[in-house]
């Protein structure tokens, strides 16, 4: 069903779809070197997760493309524009949910695009559609500590699709909730990735996760951060989710990841 195809980055790594390109991408905190010299592209409605042991520089990655932290070197182009800071092409679903406790369910969806001015009208119909979409449908006038774990990441990642931004970048989004509830998540969030032909760059600690979810992986090594490996697990979507983590190349992806990041484990 599934054969993972693993290789080594080249010295540049570009794509004529490429939506977001990572050139030369170096972080120093003080004496900290957290990334150094990352070349990537980022392909136009595809799924990609950032993986690596603790502290290589995945969500400082992420947020550097946000704009939401400066590169020491190098720069980030998103549809061929140089990223000075955030963006309305960018949305981020952040690990703490990040949300309002003050502001309803609905607010919270539609706060970017109230932000941006659009209408009460308009921003409502649009909250609404992705309440609806994350199902949260008759939770509109909940307040966030009225919500459980899950519904709260639901709310922002409702939020991020609310803006229409054409990248969303997800910092380990499913980590605080139990199992079962993390694998609904995949399961819609790839529902999601269908619907809405969005591109997402993904962090998570879980190669389970990483393999199930992706259309490609970049293994990061440890600090300083740089691209060790890319691959693509080539998973088969028309498979039911069962039938895919009991497929023998979903494992083996699974286990090939494993072996490569094993003397990094704590």
């Keep these: 069903m599934s054969q993972a195809a693993l290789r080594q980055p080249p010295a540049t790594e570009a794509t004529n779809d490429a939506i977001v390109e990572v050139r030369g991408v170096s972080k120093i905190y003080g004496d900290v070197e957290a990334l150094r010299n990352i070349e990537l592209s980022f392909a136009r409605g595809k799924l990609t997760t950032l993986l690596g042991p603790s502290g290589c520089g995945k969500t400082t990655l ?12 190098g720069e980030i182009r998103v549809n061929d524009r140089v990223v000075t800071g955030p963006g309305p092409e960018r949305a981020f679903v952040f690990q703490d949910f990040a949300l309002m406790p003050w502001a309803t369910v609905m607010r919270n969806v539609g706060f970017g695009l109230e932000l941006r001015g659009v209408r009460e009208a308009e921003r409502k119909r649009v909250a609404q559609h992705y309440i609806d979409q994350v199902g949260l449908s008759g939770f509109e006038n909940k307040y966030p500590h009225e919500l459980s774990g899950g519904m709260k990441q639901r709310v922002g990642i409702a939020r991020a699709f609310a ?3 054409d990248v969303l970048l997800m910092d380990e989004p499913f980590s605080a909730v139990d199992e079962q509830n993390r694998r609904k998540f995949q399961e819609d969030l790839l529902k999601l990735v269908e619907i809405e032909k969005k591109t997402f760059l993904f962090v998570t600690h879980s190669i389970e996760e990483a393999v199930y979810v992706s259309d490609r992986i970049v293994l990061l090594s440890p600090r300083p951060g740089r691209v060790s490996q890319i691959i693509d697990p080539k998973i088969d979507r028309t498979a039911t989710p069962d039938e895919i983590r009991r497929d023998p190349g979903y494992l083996d992806t699974v286990e090939n990841i494993w072996d490569g990041l094993r003397h990094y484990a704590e």
């Design 163 to 165: 803006v229409d931004a």
């Design 62 to 73: 992420l947020k550097i493309i946000a704009g939401l932290v400066p590169a020491t070197s």
